[in-house]
């Protein structure tokens, strides 16, 4: 079982940086949950929701063209956390953002889809105003 908390989602201007985090914690041993393949989604009212950007154990990344270039996922296998440094933000990545994660890896990371993905966050809402 892991439960994810992501952190971070504020109101920003346009052309703006902003940090997001997510914490893991594992019922199982925090060695197997480091091991898990992590990714951040993001849902607009009115959108469906977006695959932003995976990231395996190795550290291997795929990233939505909508944001390729101003974001990077990121991880930090000691403390079980997952980032993403979102710069050069646009109104219209204005969304929910929610960390995921599924203990399998493997290509199908690359295609950023919700439903490979068993575990969820709650949500950080990030607002970018022009």
């Known amino acids: 079982q892991v439960q994810l908390m992501e952190s971070g989602g504020v109101s920003v201007q346009s052309g703006g940086s902003l940090i997001l985090s997510c914490a893991a914690s594992c019922a199982a041993s925090g060695y197997t949950c480091r091991s898990y393949s992590m990714a951040w989604f993001r849902h607009a009212p009115g959108k469906e929701r977006e695959g932003v950007a995976t990231i395996d154990s190795s550290g291997r990344t795929s990233y939505a063209d909508s944001v390729k270039g101003r974001f990077t996922i990121s991880r930090d296998n000691a403390k079980i956390t997952l980032y993403l440094q979102m710069n050069t933000l646009k109104p219209e990545d204005t969304a929910m953002y929610y960390c995921?994660?599924?203990?399998?890896?493997?290509?199908?990371?690359?295609?950023?889809?919700?439903?490979?993905?068993?575990?969820w966050g709650q949500g950080t809402q990030v607002t970018v105003s022009s």
């Open positions: 995921a994660a599924d203990s399998r890896s493997g290509w199908w990371l690359q295609r950023r889809r919700a439903a490979d993905f068993g575990y």
